[in-house]
């Protein structure tokens, strides 16, 4: 690639990822339907010639955007087992885990998603692309696991993503490092040792009401 053919790729990259940037903020403060061009060049300081040379309409910016994350949210989930024929949780070292960086990545993204009314469904949509990716690469088929399939992916699908959701609300307090560390030393969890029941009453806050 010629240098100037490289200089001109990181403009555009650098362009693309400010209109992004700018539709996110603006998703979090309206709905996307109400979100002009205008808004978005004007956000991201560019002009609305800029924006047509890589876009028809506000849609394919959004689009655009969903593939991105989620190509890279399947990137980072199977980071761990990619090059192995032989995956072994138990052999598996915190740093390999690599979706709490993706997260972290696109934090204005998942932000975006968690904390607004933005996307509605979408969480569930990156529940579901977890799910796939367990059930057809990292569940059994000999027969070794008698449970349902869906349920045991469905539980794993879910957790993950609720532990990415705590870490989102409590405005990712901890290093993308911490959280891998908690996720693996829950999957090493083995529930045989007592558990002391609290009987204490919980109490409600106002908010939870």
Known sequence: MMKSEHGMDKRVKKTKTALKDSLISLMQEKDFRDISVTDIVEA?????GTFYRHFQYKEELL?????????DLIRSYRDPYEKVEVF????????AIKIFEHVAA?????????????????????????????????FPKDGRIKVNEDLL?????????????????????????????????????????????????VEISEREK
């Not at 692309?129 to 059930?135: A, I, Q, W």
């Not at 993950?160 to 290093?175: Q, T």
Request: proline share 4%.
């Open 153 to 201: 992916a469905s539980y794993h699908s879910y957790a993950l993503f609720g532990m990415i959701i705590e870490w989102v609300d409590g405005g990712y307090a901890y290093s993308p490092a911490y959280m891998a560390d908690q996720l693996l030393s829950i999957l090493h969890l083995r529930m045989t040792e007592p558990v002391y029941v609290n009987k204490a009453p």
């Open 63 to 71: 689009d655009e955007l969903i593939d991105e994350v989620l190509t």
């Open 106 to 138: 696109h934090a204005s993204f998942y932000t975006m998603i968690i904390k607004s009314n933005a996307l509605p469904g979408f969480q569930n949509r990156i529940c579901l692309e977890l799910k796939k990716l367990y059930l057809h690469e990292l």
């Open 44 to 48: 991201a300081d560019v002009n609305r």
């Open 88 to 95: 072994r949780v138990g052999e598996m070292s915190a740093s």
